[in-house]
């Protein structure tokens, strides 16, 4: 008997498995002692995240993390080994679908800021209190998260 072909899905229904990305939460202590920590604007949208993208082949995914941090931001620092948790988000695609996506968090206590990077100019960089930054993020887990972010 002949296989049928898989439905056809509208541009606008997502893939239903979701697929993996890597986080970095970027986090210092400001001259007080108190935590900050970094968001980012997407490149498309303009909402304010957290440096992430998908897996880097031959790294594991706290490196994967940290060198998206480098790259879209322009900090470095020591990655932690485990994630701080997870959020997930539906992400638009170039051909219009979009693609539910979960997201593994590292954390990532910065030592510099370099001056070049990939990504400078392309998006906006903004130090936060984690209780105000979670006010900024769409994402609800992402929220909860950052809320409870204490290194």
Known sequence: MAKSPPPKRSR??????????????PWRRDAGGDVEVLLITSRETR????????PIKG??????????AFEEAGVVGKVG????????Y????????TQHVRVAV?????EREQEAYPE???????WLPPGEAAGRVDEPELMVMLAAFRP
């Open 90 to 97: 539906d992400k638009r695609l170039k051909n219009g679908r």
């Open 59 to 68: 790294m594991s995914s706290a490196k994967s993390a940290a060198r998206e």
């Open 12 to 25: 606008r229904e997502p893939d239903r498995e979701p697929r993996a990305q890597f986080a970095a939460l």
């Open 120 to 126: 400078k100019g392309q998006r906006e960089k903004l």
């Open 106 to 110: 590292f954390g990532l206590q910065v």
């Open 47 to 54: 909402r304010w995240v957290i440096p992430k993208g998908w």
């Open 81 to 88: 080994k485990a994630p701080l948790g997870v959020f997930t």
